[in-house]
């Protein structure tokens, strides 16, 4: 089973890496709900489960735009940014090429800084990262120090209750887990607190009024006042790479990925799966 889902995930890569690579605009493209047919949700591993698996090549995002769902074409992005006063936070997630979470000052002269309560400067050069330099999600320059902050597989920035969060995660070759951190900072001062930790790694994140939506490779999670509820667990998604979380005007839950996107109603626990169908 892990060759076919290695060989699933390379076949999906090379897709992206396509779009990157070639200038192919993968996120001009939208979609209606006419355009997918709900289906029964497949036995993880079963026979219908592997057809799809080999066959889901294009990637869904979800959305809402006004409360209404919008689904779109995914593009993967392997860096996020968050921008501060001073300078930018660099998120890098390249999987088994590597990762971790970067600070870049505004002002190149201050190269002192301290991590944890310990005295650190600017010594990382990211060039080395293959596709960081074409991303377009980057505001700044590359080139030029940075302050490595953190390792780890760091994929998104986000903001809860006026502070900054950011999950972070990996699964790649038998390693799979992932956690929730908050990026304390104060000054030329920073400090990472890690709060939750996952059986497998985060891929999509929400924020919706005081819930923290978080979908891994393999479940789902609902978190409220920082107590982690197992909502789904061992998905049919694993394989699909879940890419986003979108909450409507009538608090329904979607998920997007590769030839799927989910609905979920939370009070109820029910999931139901919706297939692209063109």
């Known amino acids: 089973m892990i060759n076919i889902l290695n060989r699933t995930y390379y ?4 897709i992206v890496i396509n ?5 192919v605009n993968c996120r001009a493209q939208t979609y209606s709900s006419g355009d997918f047919v709900k289906i029964p949700i497949p036995v993880a591993e079963g026979n219908k489960w592997l057809e799809y698996n080999q066959s889901a090549l294009i990637p869904f995002e979800v959305s809402t735009v006004n409360g209404q769902l919008k689904i779109s074409k995914w593009k993967y992005i392997s860096t996020d940014v ?4 001073e300078g930018m936070f660099l998120a890098v997630d390249e999987g088994e090429f590597g990762g971790g979470l970067y600070y870049k000052p505004d002002d190149s002269t201050k190269t002192r800084f301290y991590i944890d309560g310990k005295p ?12 960081v330099l074409k991303d377009k999600n980057i505001p700044a320059q590359t080139a030029g120090k940075y302050l490595s902050v953190c390792g780890g597989h760091v994929k998104k920035f986000f903001v809860y209750r006026d502070s900054l969060y950011f999950i972070e995660g990996i699964d790649h070759m038998g ?18 607190v ?3 930790t996952f059986e497998d790694a985060p891929h999509a994140i929400c924020v919706y009024g005081d819930k923290i939506l978080i979908a891994t490779f393999r479940n789902f999670y609902v978190i409220e006042n920082w107590h982690k509820e197992l909502m789904f667990d061992h998905i049919f998604w694993y394989g699909f790479n879940p890419n986003s979380i979108a909450v409507d005007k009538d608090e329904k839950v979607y998920v997007g990925m590769f030839g799927f996107y989910t609905k979920i109603d939370l009070k109820k626990r029910i999931m139901e799966l919706y297939k692209y169908d063109k």
């Open 11 to 14: 076949l999906k890569a090379a």
């Open 19 to 23: 779009c990157i690579l070639f200038g």
């Open 82 to 85: 968050y921008r501060m006063p």
């Open 120 to 131: 650190t400067s600017t010594n990382e050069n990211l060039t080395y990262y293959r596709l």
């Open 175 to 192: 390693f799979d887990s992932g956690a929730l951190c908050k990026l304390e900072c104060k000054g030329d001062s920073f400090k990472v």
């Open 194 to 196: 890690e709060l939750l």
